[in-house]
């Protein structure tokens, strides 16, 4: 269930590196509990609009308001405030390789919430327990599998208790029979209401958890809509054809 007013607005975004358009005046409103899904080829925009909506890449124009406050991107509160309150999952983990799964959660309750030690324990703990990795907080990333990195990963960003994630093909890195671990822990965030942006190939993500669709293609927003209007039997949409060839690619490696 979705409230109709937006947690948050990216309004006319644009990202270029050198003389290459990456991004070109994308917007995107997300309401709270809803979910949006970004889909479309490699290189379309994808990944580097959520980098700029968590201003890990400070877009060249337009404008971010989150609960209908404005993002200055130059003032450092400003993006203090956002990363905050936005997390972000990342295909390729982005753990700290020499800290416990513990440590893990805890260095930013510490650090960035002030929790004390106890009370940064006690959190991670439950935040492990979880996304089922509550045997294993004394375990280093290298000895953990794809899946238990990327569970690891949403532990410590719902740790720090985010109003919104951002999710950048969350599976992609994944060994497929790992895949389907991290689709329930996903799944499971969805049933308790959680606001994301995620971009995926993953087709059961793209069918059965998308209020909306969002196909990108070079840098813009070319086609977006509920999966009944874009993915109904005979539509000849961009995201049907895209789903289609997903499909394809599955049943070749399966």
Same mark, same amino acid.
């Given at each position: ?5 937006? &947690? ?12 290459? =358009? ?13 979910? /949006? ?15 700029? &909506? ?6 060249? %124009? ?13 003032? /450092?509160?400003? +993006? ?18 020499? +800290? ?5 959660? =805890? ?10 030690? /106890? ?6 703990? @439950? ?5 089922? @990795? ?8 290298? !000895?953990?599998?794809?899946? !238990? ?17 951002? @999710? ?14 991290? &689709? ?21 993500? &793209? ?22 209007? @874009?993915?109904?039997?005979?539509? /000849?949409?961009? %995201? !049907? ?7 394809? +690619? ?5």
């Amino acid at each position: 269930m979705t409230e109709n007013i937006p &947690i948050l607005r990216v309004n006319n975004i644009s990202k270029s590196f050198g003389s290459n =358009t990456i991004l070109d005046s994308v917007s995107v409103a997300l309401a709270k509990g809803e979910i /949006k899904v970004l889909i479309g080829p490699s290189g379309g925009g994808k990944s580097t609009l959520l980098q700029c &909506i968590n201003c890990l890449v400070v877009p060249d %124009s337009g404008e971010i308001e989150l609960e209908n406050e404005h993002i200055h991107f130059s003032r /450092k509160q400003d +993006l203090y405030r956002l990363r905050q309150q936005v997390g972000m999952i990342f295909q390729d983990f982005n753990l700290f390789d020499h +800290l416990t799964a513990l440590d893990n959660i =805890t260095i930013a309750l510490r650090k960035v919430k002030r929790m004390n030690k /106890k009370e940064a324990m006690q959190r991670a703990r @439950l935040e492990l327990e979880q996304v089922g @990795l509550g045997d294993k907080e004394t375990l280093y990333p290298a !000895q953990l599998s794809g899946g !238990q990195k990327q569970r690891l990963a949403i532990a410590r960003a719902l740790a720090m208790d985010p109003k919104i994630l951002l @999710l950048d093909e969350p599976t992609s890195a994944l060994d497929p029979t790992l895949i389907g671990e991290v &689709i329930a822990v996903i799944k499971g965030l969805a049933v308790k209401g959680m606001t994301m942006i995620m971009a995926t190939h993953q087709i059961s993500l &793209i069918y059965n958890l998308a209020d909306e669709i969002l196909f990108m293609e070079n840098g813009r927003i070319v086609e977006q809509g509920p999966p009944a209007a @874009l993915l109904s039997a005979g539509n /000849k949409s961009k %995201s !049907q054809g895209f789903c289609d060839r997903l499909n394809e +690619l599955s049943e070749v490696e399966g």
